[in-house]
């Protein structure tokens, strides 16, 4: 148990719908990344927050957003659902905001597999 | 930008076999180098990383990895593989100095017969 909790574990949407992912870091970790895995482009980096603020955005689509809140859990809004966001989505969450330092390790959820029909 | 390359799709061992999964790396200096490993229907675990001096690097579960940078390598080993070592692994690699965002390679499915 890496201490990082998503929820839902599972999602099944309609196209055009919106939906939510939610995601709460290990005690004590200010960041948040997001990731998506898929059979087409496998694991890609969408967005990392420290402490609340945006700090790296990856291969985010424009219907995609995210936000980190005071208590440091975040979510991941999908938007215009289309049927290629189906997709195992990662939350990850680490110590510090990356750079340097070499004990910022990634500890990842285990994530929330969307299915969009 | 960097890239990784991870050459095998599938491998497949007997257990007690040794193990070997290669990963190839693309960046004009030495970046930091991270295997994982997800297990089915799991979230991805660290199992170890590289960032800079000794190049043979020890993890959990008994696994390690030896950076050769004239090869731009970063191979996966382990001596004597479990039938519980069946899973997904990722070789990742990030930009010393930057965000640290890791960037994967497309993963090696690791099949273990008894």
């Known amino acids: 148990d890496s201490g990082v909790t998503q929820t839902p574990k599972h999602l099944i949407t309609a196209t055009g719908q919106r939906v939510t992912l939610r995601c709460s870091p290990r005690s004590g970790d200010l960041s948040v990344y997001w990731y998506q895995q898929s059979l087409d482009q496998g694991l890609q980096f969408l967005i990392q927050y420290y402490n609340g603020e945006e700090r790296a955005k990856g291969n985010i689509l424009e219907r995609f957003s995210a936000q980190q809140f005071p208590d440091l859990h975040s979510e991941l809004n999908l938007s215009s659902l289309e049927l290629g966001d189906s997709a195992l989505y990662f939350c990850?969450?680490?110590?510090?905001?990356?750079?340097?330092?070499?004990?910022?390790?990634?500890?990842f959820g285990p994530g929330t597999r969307l299915t969009v029909l | 930008a960097q890239s990784v390359t991870q050459p095998d799709i599938h491998i497949t061992v007997s257990e007690g076999a040794s193990l070997e999964l290669r990963c190839n790396y693309s960046?004009?200096?030495?970046?930091?180098l991270f295997w994982y490993v997800q297990s089915p229907g799991q979230g991805l675990q660290l199992l170890l990383k590289?960032?800079?001096?000794?190049?043979l690097v020890q993890g959990i579960k008994g696994f390690e990895a030896e950076f050769k940078r004239s090869q731009s390598s970063f191979n996966l080993r382990k001596p004597s593989v479990h039938w519980s070592d069946a899973a997904e692994y990722f070789c990742?690699?990030?930009?010393?100095?930057?965000?640290?965002?890791?960037?994967f390679g497309r993963g090696t499915s690791l099949i273990v017969h008894p």
């Open positions: 990742a690699v990030a930009t010393p100095g930057g965000s640290y965002i890791p960037t």
């Open positions: 990850a969450s680490a110590s510090g905001q990356g750079g340097l330092s070499s004990t910022d390790t990634q500890y």
């Open positions: 590289y960032f800079s001096g000794d190049t």
């Open positions: 960046y004009g200096a030495t970046p930091y």
